[in-house]
């Protein structure tokens, strides 16, 4: 499987973005999500969807502030990001599980990554 990732870019602090992540090789039944590293700062699952797209997982910080969604004729998932603040500026990851269909909220479970595209929100 192969991510390619978009979408990122410099935003005002309340302003919006939406990334895109296309998905290409073996995408039948792949959990997808976003993984986000600041400087200096850990790595962190932002958002993860599954593979029927039932279930959804966010980081606390960006609940009711970001939506996940994928598009399986496409496979293509989308971050809509919503009320940006300039602690969301990082670089955020494409991620999926090949072949498997639940999310999980740790970067490690992830063992596909796309190229970062990086967020920078002023405040």
């Known amino acids: 499987v192969q991510l390619q990732a978009s979408g990122g870019g410099l935003v005002q602090a309340g302003g919006s973005l939406r990334l895109s992540c296309t998905a290409s090789?073996?995408?039948?039944?792949?959990?997808m999500g976003w993984v986000r590293q600041a400087p200096g700062k850990e790595r962190e699952v932002v958002a993860a969807?599954?593979?029927?797209?039932?279930?959804?997982y966010y980081e606390d910080s960006v609940k009711g502030r970001f939506t996940i969604s994928r598009d399986k004729a496409t496979n293509t998932v989308y971050l809509q990001m919503n009320y940006l603040k300039p602690e969301d500026t990082a670089a955020y990851y494409c991620v999926a599980r090949e072949g498997v269909v639940v999310v999980s909220s740790r970067p490690e479970d992830y063992g596909i990554w796309g190229q970062g595209t990086l967020v920078t929100v002023s405040s």
């Open positions: 090789g073996r995408t039948f039944r792949n959990c």
């Open positions: 969807i599954s593979w029927s797209a039932l279930s959804t």
